[in-house]
């Protein structure tokens, strides 16, 4: 047993060639390593396979053809591939190859699972961020023009200030809480073209006292004229700027849908003071560790 344990071998350790002075420092530099590890002589390139053997190989441009008679020089050189006689006076859109990739109005959408209607949401963004929200009904119809699912939802009003609105799937935090909006009627008119924005214009300036001039004016006093002019010119259109009303309308359709919808709040236990508060983060809160 003796002689059969000494004849095996033991087996090295392996340690660095360059013993280390202190933590980080070497004994050896840079080009002493090189030197000691024998680098300059190892082959680190490897043999090329056949399909980077094809990319270097570069296609023929001419090849070499035989021509007859005597003063020809028997053969001549000629291009495999001619340039265009006719060249166009403007540049040809041409249409880029997209491998089959759809464009952006052509994506496909998908709603988060954790959002369906009757879930209630926090909002992230806009005028009411912080804000604890009801989702009602969920919008398939803006998916090419926003890029995205919208999902209207409602405050209500009476609560926390919160109309009927619409909101991105991207910009609210769903949680676990749900109510029950199946029994819930919004209104037909309801839809995304219900919620798009109106454009405010300026009154266009009419004819009057101010745009005439005397014409045996001197220079001096229609210079004061004009600046007069730009100065109540400035002063009308900030006085008569358009202001967003609310229609009667909307003001139907808010009532409708918070009478419907408050009772169904007030059977699940401690929502009505969840949704009158505002979701906010302070000392010790942390949002990675909250259970919504």
């Known amino acids: 047993m003796g002689e059969t344990q000494a004849t095996k071998k033991v087996a090295k350790r392996h340690t660095s060639r360059n013993p280390v002075l202190a ?32 990319l270097k190989e570069k296609p023929r441009a ?17 291009k495999l591939r001619k340039m ?10 041409r249409k880029l190859k997209s491998h ?33 929200w009801t989702a009602l009904l969920i919008s398939v119809q803006c998916m090419c023009v926003s890029g995205g699912l919208a999902i209207t939802e409602h405050g209500p009003l009476a609560l926390n200030r919160v109309p009927l609105r619409r909101a991105h ?28 924005k109106t454009r405010l214009r300026k009154p266009r300036h009419q004819e009057g006292e101010i745009f005439d001039t005397e014409k045996e004016a001197s220079h001096s006093s229609k210079r004061c004229t004009w600046i007069i002019f730009f100065v ?9 700027l358009q202001k967003y009303q609310i229609t009667e309308q909307r003001k139907e359709h808010q009532k409708a849908v918070d009478s419907q919808l408050l009772p169904l709040i007030g059977k699940v236990p401690q929502l009505k003071g969840y949704l009158r508060n505002a979701f906010c983060l302070s000392n010790g809160i942390y949002p990675h560790k909250i259970v919504f």
Request: net charge positive.
């Open 23 to 54: 933590r980080g420092i070497g004994r050896y530099g840079r080009s002493a390593m090189k030197t000691r590890t024998a680098m300059y002589k190892r082959k680190l390139k490897t043999t090329d396979t056949k399909i980077e053997k094809k």
């Open 100 to 132: 089959g990739k759809k464009p952006f109005c052509q994506h496909k959408r998908k709603l988060r699972s954790s959002i369906t209607p009757g879930t209630v949401l926090i909002l992230l963004t806009g005028r009411h961020r912080g804000k604890v």
């Open 232 to 240: 109540f010119v400035l002063i009308l259109s900030f006085l008569c």
């Open 84 to 93: 265009p006689r006719y060249y166009p006076t403007e540049d040809v859109p």
């Open 62 to 78: 001419t090849i070499t053809k035989t021509v007859g008679g005597d003063k020809n020089g028997g053969t001549r050189v000629v």
């Open 169 to 196: 799937q991207k910009f609210v935090i769903a949680t676990n809480t749900k109510v029950d909006v199946s029994s819930v009627k919004i209104p037909k008119a309801v839809k995304d073209a219900y919620f798009k």
